[in-house]
Structure formats: structure tokens, C-alpha cells
């Protein structure tokens, strides 16, 4: 149904603050569809646990983090407003410290700790190549065994290009064991670097950073990137986000 506010609805944050006034330690379990103004609660309680709409096993998925049966692992697909907002806000508008966001597009906590090594990819592909490899080490760092959702933004270097700012250009979910490491491959197409204009997919040789990350401001590794070659055009777009390579 609409709302007139982003905050939670009726009298929920007066009950939440009044367990908080306990004095005992309060987690917060938020279902629903839709971003929430939680900042302040945040604050005040000791962890937050964002649900959405888990379905009828969703009780025994919260239970099971809660618990520690599993770690956490999901990344947040929206940005999550501080405060009221009557403008949307979107990640790939480049939104850097933006003090109206409390946690940024792709951002999620776990149980462990991860540590991104060494990012390896070609400097120079041309715009009508098939596709280009990047390579990333990633190390749980701590002590329980976790999964870890990479991040792949791209962002241009060039002034009078027409991408975003940052766009994320795909991820991958990483099983890893406490003190594991993995090198995870992604094989990316320079069509992921195009932009749409005049009914077609256009390819456009410049300057591009490749950037490896947590979340959309938690940038972990970045490497910039050449397209040569001639302006490419195609009628479709066949990739809209990279594949992994099962190595």
C-alpha cells in the first residue's frame, strides 16, 4: 500500500525503542519490500538484520544467521536512505560519502572478515574482441567459514563518455572456509563498456576502470582498462553481466 514515509510504520519504532530502553542487547529483524529509515535505531541496537519478504522458510533462514548456523551473506540491492528522501537515488549516479545514504548499493556485513588480493587483467582489448578474463584472489580472513559475494563496477575515465558513473557489470558468490583462498575468474565482454544510442549498442574505443569491490563504495582493487580499436556497433546487446569461469 503507499506511504507518506520511509520510516518504520504506525508505532514500530516506538515499541523498538522502548526495547532498546531495557537496557538488554536488541537486534533488529525488519520484513518488508521496500527501503526503511533506520539510521537511528540502527544506532542503538546491536545488530540489523534485513529479511525482505523471505517466504514460508524465512523464519528457519533468520534463525539459522541469528543462531551463527550460517554466516550472512546478502548484499544490499538498493541504496538504503539516512534520511527522508522525495528524490530517487540511485548507486550509479556515483553518490561517494553521500551523507543522505546510510548503506550503500552491494553492502552487507557477515560473520567474517575478507581480504581481496591481487587483481590480474589484460591493459588493452579491442572493442570487436569476444571477451577478456579478470582474475582476483579473495581470503577469508577470519574464523568461520562464510560466502563472500564479489563485485564488478565499471566506470569511465574519459570525460565525454556516456556511461554512468559506476555501473555494476556482475558478482559472484564465493564459498570460502575460515583462512581459505580463492582466485576467482570473471570473463567480461567489452560490450559491458557500451552504451545505447540511436536504436543501437555502441562500443566506443577510450579509457575504463575495472574496479573489484565489496560493495558500490567499498572498492577493493581497480585497474584501468583500454579499449582500441574502431567504434563497434551492434544492433543487440548479448551480455549484460559478466560469467564466471569454474576453474
Request: net charge neutral; aromatic share 10%; with cysteine.
Amino acid at each position: 500500500r503507499d506511504r507518506t514515509k520511509l520510516t518504520l510504520p504506525g508505532r514500530q519504532e516506538k515499541y523498538v525503542n522502548a526495547l532498546i530502553a531495557t537496557g538488554k542487547p536488541v537486534i533488529l529483524v525488519v520484513f518488508g519490500g521496500r527501503a526503511q529509515v533506520i539510521s537511528d535505531l540502527a544506532k542503538k541496537c546491536t545488530a540489523v538484520l534485513q529479511a525482505w519478504y523471505p517466504g514460508e522458510e524465512g523464519g528457519n533462514a533468520v534463525a539459522d544467521i541469528l543462531f551463527g548456523n550460517v554466516s550472512p551473506s546478502g548484499k544490499l540491492c538498493v541504496s538504503y536512505p539516512a534520511v527522508e528522501l522525495h528524490e530517487p537515488v540511485c548507486y550509479n549516479y556515483g553518490l561517494e560519502n553521500d551523507p543522505r545514504i546510510a548503506w550503500p548499493f552491494g553492502y552487507g556485513l557477515s560473520y567474517t572478515t575478507f581480504e581481496y588480493g591481487e587483481m590480474r587483467m589484460d591493459r588493452q582489448v579491442e572493442t570487436t574482441a569476444e571477451s577478456f578474463n579478470l582474475d582476483v584472489d579473495v581470503k577469508n580472513t577470519g574464523k568461520v567459514d562464510a560466502d563472500e559475494v564479489v563485485q564488478i563496477y565499471v566506470s569511465p575515465t574519459d570525460r565525454e563518455s556516456q556511461l554512468k558513473p559506476v555501473q555494476l557489470q556482475g558478482f559472484a558468490r564465493v564459498s570460502l572456509k575460515a583462512g581459505e583462498k580463492q582466485t576467482v575468474r570473471f570473463r567480461l565482454f567489452p560490450e559491458q563498456l557500451g552504451y545505447f544510442a540511436d536504436g543501437r549498442w555502441n562500443i566506443a574505443p577510450g579509457h575504463y576502470m575495472i574496479k573489484v569491490a565489496a560493495s558500490s563504495q567499498d572498492i577493493r582493487q581497480e585497474q584501468e582498462i583500454v579499449l582500441t580499436g574502431k567504434h563497434h556497433v551492434k544492433k543487440l546487446r548479448e551480455h549484460y553481466l559478466s560469467e564466471v569461469v569454474k576453474r
